[in-house]
């Protein structure tokens, strides 16, 4: 399984992007999708997770009510839209597929497969 990360850039406080995560692969539809991310000087940290079906979501509490995750199976495409950025939002954003679909996840080390991750800045 590969993964493509893209939509990341330069925005300011209080804007919006959309990041997207492509998938290669037959199965994507089966996989727990994750995003997370890392800022400068920082360790890597969770930020959302969806199920194979989109039915549950589970946010970090750092981010909750700005950013929704979505996915289209059909698509091989997970998507994370970031509403009223903030400068601490800025970091490199990685997207991450969990093949264990028994339970979520927020643990890096529980996902098997990452793509190359994608530069938010947000400017004050």
């Known amino acids: 399984v590969q993964l493509q990360a893209c939509g990341g850039g330069l925005v300011q406080a209080g804007g919006s992007l959309r990041l997207s995560c492509a998938a290669s692969?037959?199965?994507?539809?089966?996989?727990?999708m994750g995003w997370f991310r890392q800022a400068p000087g920082k360790e890597r940290e969770f930020v959302v997770v969806?199920?194979?079906?989109?039915?549950?979501?589970y946010y970090a509490d750092s981010v909750k009510g700005r950013f929704t995750i979505a996915r289209d199976n059909a698509k091989n495409t997970v998507y994370l839209q970031m509403n009223s950025l903030k400068p601490e939002d800025t970091a490199v954003y990685y997207c991450?597929?969990?093949?264990?679909?028994?339970?979520?996840?927020?643990?890096?080390?529980?996902?098997?497969?990452w793509g190359q991750g994608t530069q938010v800045t947000v400017s004050s």
């Open positions: 991450a597929a969990r093949t264990n679909t028994v339970a979520i996840s927020r643990r890096l080390n529980e996902y098997d497969y």
């Open positions: 692969g037959r199965t994507f539809g089966s996989y727990i």
């Open positions: 969806i199920t194979w079906d989109g039915g549950s979501r």
